[in-house]
């Protein structure tokens, strides 16, 4: 069984859509938890952050942790054709210079 | 200016050659990685490098070796090259390693084995 698992996709919506994109993760040390966005053919860039439980908000992008449960979600409101890439889920220990993928959500907005 | 940079950004190559990778970063960051990416986008650490020194060594065939000539570079050669060799390998770096530093990633360097 993987460390992270996500939702795998690909998911395709309209635009204006709010996008739910979801880990699960089994290890309880992990605290750092990031999202990456990667468009087609470059590499992947930091999107969110969140140390621990909780939600994290940036703009339209919203970020939530619930160490509880060992779910992560990013939630992506009033989605634009711009958004769509892959998006990465990550996570890690104390170390968070060794992260952990998921294996990726491809995401399609249609206009 | 390209904070990561990497080359070539496409390698074909026959199996059993040996091939290497170069990267680069202008950003004055301590730590370098190198990361695959299989097919499936599942993007994996291979190795990291701080101030020259290697502190992640993933399982990793010996074929793979990087190199790390100063902070702002961080090779990586392979031997003997292999089918399942064939990915996309980023580079990234980051200030330091630890915590919550972003890493930035290269553009990554497209490998196809034959």
């Known amino acids: 069984q993987k460390e992270v698992e996500q939702d795998p996709g690909p998911l395709s919506v309209p635009e204006g859509a709010i996008v739910s994109l979801n880990c699960t993760y089994s290890?309880?040390?992990?605290?750092?938890f990031m999202w990456y966005r990667q468009y087609s053919r470059k590499g992947p860039e930091l999107l969110m952050y969140t140390y621990s439980s909780g939600n994290k908000e940036d703009g339209r992008f919203t970020a939530q942790v619930d160490k509880s449960s060992k779910y992560i979600s990013l939630f992506i409101r009033d989605s634009q054709p711009s958004d769509s890439a892959t998006y990465l889920c990550?996570?890690?220990?104390?170390?968070?210079?060794?992260?952990?993928f998921g294996d990726g959500t491809t995401l399609t907005v249609k206009p | 200016d390209t904070a990561v940079s990497q080359t070539p950004k496409y390698l074909v190559t026959q199996m059993g050659n040996d091939k290497s990778i170069k990267c680069e970063q202008n950003l004055g960051h301590d730590t370098m990685y190198w990361y695959k990416q299989d097919s499936k986008k599942f993007l994996k650490i291979m190795f990291s490098y701080n101030n020259k020194e290697l502190i992640i060594n993933e399982t990793v065939p010996n074929r793979f070796s990087p190199k790390s000539p100063d902070k702002a570079h961080l090779n990586l050669h392979i031997n003997s090259l292999e089918l399942g060799d064939s990915a996309v390998y980023f580079c990234?770096?980051?200030?330091?390693?630890?915590?919550?530093?972003?890493?930035?990633f290269g553009p990554g360097t497209r490998l196809t084995v034959l």
């Open positions: 990234a770096s980051s200030q330091f390693f630890g915590g919550t530093d972003t890493q930035y």
């Open positions: 290890n309880s040390a992990f605290q750092y």
């Open positions: 990550a996570m890690s220990g104390d170390n968070a210079g060794k992260s952990t």
